[in-house]
Each structure stands twice: as structure tokens, then as C-alpha cells.
């Protein structure tokens, strides 16, 4: 699976948007760009993921680039409860494809 | 969503003992699940991927032999943590796939067990 880049830290203002860069420059054609966050002493949260064309669900949105060689998250109006290690995947898609972390964004909400 | 649940939450054992922790999928059926062990401030790391009626599948420096994992159903896997040595206190996570013919199918994870051993 390909490797990602992340920032190590973030901050953002409540109420405003988040945007978490990743890059992932040697993604393959086959493989997913997922996010996950993790709230402190809990367990990974799904966030999104995507191949190639932009998604949006209830909780965000991910804009992936025409090369794919870089993504971001897109949280619109970040909350406190937004404040959480955010995780950017690549890996092929598949129930039995494991999920290999990296160290993350921790993404500090500031009210 | 899909729920995962994890038992126990907490646990604090003594040296040389042996702990259990479950992994249950509440509400969907996972033919695969996987653990992974976080230590402080740390990302989270792949210890093995558990398939239903197989044995598992470990990563590179896990021993299977202290990490026992058991998937005997659709919606239980076991992780047994034999002779708990104090390096061995974690934060211990679990997921679970959906079993399904989706391609993208995300994992859930339950909310972790945390060991300390003494």
C-alpha cells in the first residue's frame, strides 16, 4: 500500500472549516484514499473515503486531486468535538485489506 | 452504523498472567477482523488480521505465540495475551469488515481495551 504525508498538527478555529492535507504520491490505480480520526483513548472513527471523485457525507468532504497524488479533508464548520488525530489511508479496497496507520494529523479545535 | 464492541474496557493483571479480551461486531457479520496495539502518544499498529474459521494472520515481529487469537464466529474474535509482561501494557484496538460483495467496505473498530500490567 502507498505511504501517505501528513502534517504532524493543525489548528482551526471553531466554527470554521478544516482542511487536512495528504499526500500520497505514489498511490496505485486500485487504491481507496480513506479517512479515519481517533478521539483521544478511543477508538478510530470512519470518516470518508474515496477513488477519484470528490465525496461528501454528514460528516465531511474529500477533494482529491485530478493526479491523485494528494487529497483533503474538509471538515465545514469544525466543533470541539472535532479536536481528534486525523488519519489519511491508501490502501486497495476489499473487507480482508488491512488499514495501515501512519502518524496522523492531530487537529486542535480552538474555541 | 456498524457497531463494535470490546471486552473488558479496562484491565489490570499481574506479570505472567494471561488476559483475554473479545471482540464482538453487534449488528453485521465480519468474516475478517483485525487487531492492532497503540502505545502512548503513538499511531496505532497492525498485530494480525483474524479470519473466521482460519488461523491468523500475523505481521512481522508479532509472536503468535503470546498473541493468541482465536475467530470462532462471525461475530466474536479473542485476543489472548499469555504470560502479561509489563512492556506488554497497551491500549489494545479491534476491527471488523463487513462481509459483503462491496469492494470499499470501511473497517469499524470497537473502542479498545486498555491493559496495564504489573
Known amino acids: 500500500d502507498a505511504k501517505t504525508t501528513q502534517p504532524t498538527s493543525m489548528d482551526c478555529a471553531e466554527g470554521r472549516a478544516a482542511n487536512l492535507p495528504c499526500n500520497h504520491s505514489?498511490?496505485?490505480?486500485?487504491?481507496?484514499v480513506y479517512w479515519y480520526r481517533q478521539i483521544h483513548s478511543q477508538g478510530p472513527q470512519y470518516i470518508i473515503h474515496?477513488?477519484?471523485n470528490n465525496e461528501t457525507n454528514e460528516m465531511a468532504s474529500l477533494i482529491i486531486t485530478e493526479d491523485r497524488k494528494s487529497s483533503t479533508l474538509i471538515l465545514p464548520h469544525a466543533t470541539l468535538r472535532d479536536t481528534a488525530v486525523y488519519y489519511c489511508?491508501?490502501?486497495?479496497?476489499?473487507?480482508?485489506?488491512?488499514?495501515?496507520f501512519g502518524t496522523g494529523t492531530l487537529l486542535a479545535v480552538q474555541p | 452504523g456498524a457497531v463494535v464492541s470490546q471486552h473488558p474496557s479496562w484491565v489490570i493483571c499481574k506479570s505472567g498472567t494471561s488476559v483475554k479480551i473479545e471482540c464482538r461486531s453487534l449488528?453485521?457479520?465480519?468474516?475478517?477482523m483485525f487487531w492492532y496495539r497503540q502505545f502512548p502518544k503513538q499511531s496505532l499498529m497492525l498485530m494480525a488480521t483474524?479470519?473466521?474459521?482460519?488461523?491468523?494472520?500475523?505481521e512481522q515481529g508479532v509472536e503468535k505465540d503470546k498473541f493468541l487469537i482465536n475467530h470462532a464466529s462471525l461475530t466474536l474474535s479473542t485476543l489472548t495475551v499469555t504470560s502479561a509482561h509489563p512492556e506488554d501494557s497497551s491500549f489494545y484496538i479491534c476491527?471488523?469488515?463487513?462481509?459483503?460483495?462491496?469492494?470499499?467496505?470501511?473497517?469499524?473498530f470497537g473502542p479498545g481495551t486498555r491493559l496495564t500490567v504489573l
Open positions: 476491527s471488523a469488515s463487513l462481509t459483503s460483495g462491496l469492494i470499499y467496505n470501511e473497517q469499524f
Open positions: 505514489t498511490i496505485s490505480g486500485n487504491e481507496y
Open positions: 474515496g477513488l477519484k
Open positions: 489511508i491508501v490502501r486497495v479496497g476489499g473487507a480482508t485489506n488491512k488499514l495501515i
Open positions: 449488528d453485521f457479520q465480519a468474516t475478517t
Open positions: 483474524s479470519n473466521e474459521g482460519s488461523k491468523a494472520t500475523y
